[in-house]
């Protein structure tokens, strides 16, 4: 789906199989954010194919956060020259306390090491600059990347249209998914792209989803 002319997102529609949306920005450095499941990446694929672009196109892969459905799919671009990177301090839980988790799934979390590490502030590749936000709640290293220049948050399983991501996982927080959900409440937003469910296009649509979320969802986390 074109969102923009260097915005495409990869939204995964089936009702029966979990996996992750998928975005990928065409700009200076080509980026994927959370490529998903290894076994379902074939629509990541077939997204990029319509595009005439293949895995080894791409720059960098940026995952929300490391649970499977959002990072199992990383591997696949090992003999490509894409970097990929997390938050350190995903990384560190995913990687020690996370790991039984990820073990279970099983994922040997050793072969997904991070090229490098994205933390809070600006992350610059190559004329590209995307906010980084940590959001934890959902898993203590989530982030939520925003590109001011189209507008966009990348909001992982954060927040979602007319939902809330779950925190009952091992590292969820429903205090801190909430605090971190109102930290973004006043950015200049045009498109909210969520790790699951529609995408909402609109300021005034994101707005009212940020107000519905707090006044309904807020009370069950």
Known sequence: MKLTDNLHAFIWQSTTTNNC??????GPSRVLIDPGHRAQFEHVQRGLEHLDLSINDIDVVICTHAHPDHLEAVPLFKDTPTLFTLHETEW???ATIGKQMSAAFGIDIDDFRPDFFIKEGTLSLNG??????????????SVTLHWPLQKALFTGDLIFKEGVGRTDLPGGD??????SIKGLKNLDVEWLLSGH???ISGAEKVNKNFDDVESFYFAYV
């Open 21 to 26: 949306n998928a975005y990928f920005i065409d």
């Open 92 to 94: 560190q839980w995913v």
């Open 128 to 141: 590209l600059e995307l906010d980084i936000i940590h959001t934890p709640g959902h898993s203590p290293g």
């Open 174 to 179: 429903g205090s801190k998914l909430k605090q």
């Open 197 to 199: 469910g529609d995408v």
